[in-house]
């Protein structure tokens, strides 16, 4: 088996165009790379705190700093803004930038609620500019070589996923997440299930498929982080079984207080199946009828401009999505995970923690498509 060829190189940029991005949220929004992107400068960044708006400043080289989002898109030179800021702010700050006549680029989740979706995609639709979700798993290198397995058909029918997400929040060290000086930060008793799409991203992301039927149970102890939380969460680990557009099944697991890290997939079908390497010690694999297995994962760092060959967060994800932003809008198209591809990433999240709520229940999955 040779997959060599599997991934085409993505055009290089035919432009000089440099889009002029602000950067609000001086924690994980200083971990990409638009600073090194050929066709992009920062314009200005934000952060409440001052020490993280220095920070922000230091990293992007930018002389000119705001001491909050809604000031920042007030800036005629900003085109674009990267919102980086707390979960249940994500579709307040993303409204506010759009209304403010300016393309967006979001943390996950996309929402929150059926509400928020509602609200994020109408915006999105009234004012015509371009929206994306910062999803990482869509730009692991084994998502990116199922995917174009997938569209070469070489799994023939597509059967599986199990898709996953763990991080240790239990111990004292997850903690540190949920409380800040004596006080509980927006990461308390935050529901699992509402963080899906570092999940769900392996199966939509792979085959563009709507999870359409989800049911999913929860398991949580008497921990005082649980018995009260702005969430009414009562869980620590989910595992959804949702049935898929496709005719497939999709398992999604999110899980806070096991011992296992990070994110994985395995998508299984009748001629192929893919095996992403996991914290258990899980190995790589590519496997198919009558051949041996391939065990080398192509790097594809050729689909950067070389400025942004560098090493970067979660699994080198970091470097493909800022680029693929920034590409949307000197192309004038829409980012791979536009509003409706985020959507799909996230609203499964939503309707599955009101499954376990209600004991397992399978629920449907309201549709955000056009």
């Known amino acids: 088996m040779n997959l060599a060829g599997a991934v085409p190189a993505k055009a290089r940029l035919d432009s000089d165009r440099k889009i002029r991005i602000g950067v609000v949220g001086g924690g994980f929004g200083a971990s990409f790379e638009w600073h090194l992107d050929p066709n992009c400068t920062v314009e200005a960044v934000s952060d409440l705190r001052a020490d993280r708006r220095n920070h922000l400043q230091q990293v992007y080289k930018c002389e000119k700093a705001y001491e909050s989002l809604e000031k920042l898109v007030l800036d005629p030179k900003i085109e674009a803004v990267a919102v980086f800021t707390g979960a249940p702010d994500h579709v307040r700050h993303c409204v506010e930038v759009m209304n403010h006549g300016k393309h967006c680029i979001c943390a996950v989740p996309a929402a929150m609620s059926l509400e928020e979706a509602a609200l994020l995609k109408e915006t999105k639709e009234r004012t015509g500019l371009k929206y994306m979700m910062a999803e990482t798993s869509y730009h692991r290198r084994p998502c990116i070589l199922a995917r174009q397995l997938y569209q070469d058909g070489m799994f ?79 869980f620590w680990n989910m595992t959804a079984l949702g ?66 060959r560098v090493a970067s967060g979660h699994g080198g994800s970091h470097t493909f999505l800022t680029h693929e932003f920034v590409a949307a809008l000197v192309e004038d198209r829409e980012p791979a995970i536009d509003v409706y591809e ?3 990433m996230t609203v499964p999240g939503i309707v599955a923690q009101e499954s376990a709520k209600k004991g397992g229940q399978q629920l449907k999955v309201p549709s955000f498509d056009k």
């Open 243 to 308: 049935k898929c557009s496709g005719g497939n099944i999709c398992r999604c697991n999110v899980m806070y207080n096991v011992v296992a890290g990070g994110e994985r997939a395995q998508w299984l079908g009748e001629k192929l199946s893919l095996y992403m390497p996991g914290s258990g010690g899980q190995p790589f694999a590519v496997k198919a009828h009558g051949s041996p297995p391939v065990t080398a994962l192509p790097d594809y760092q050729d689909l950067l401009p070389e400025s942004m």
């Open 156 to 234: 023939g029918k597509f059967l599986y996923c199990e898709c996953e997400y763990y991080h240790y929040l239990a111990g004292k060290h997850g903690q540190a997440y949920w409380w800040q000086n004596g006080k509980p930060t927006w990461r308390h008793g935050y529901a699992p299930m509402l963080y899906p799409t570092h999940s769900t991203a392996f199966h939509v992301g792979v085959t563009r498929e709507r999870i359409t039927d989800i049911s999913c149970l929860g398991w949580g102890d008497d921990h005082p982080d649980l018995q009260e939380n702005q969430y009414d969460n009562p």
């Open 342 to 344: 985020s959507l799909a």
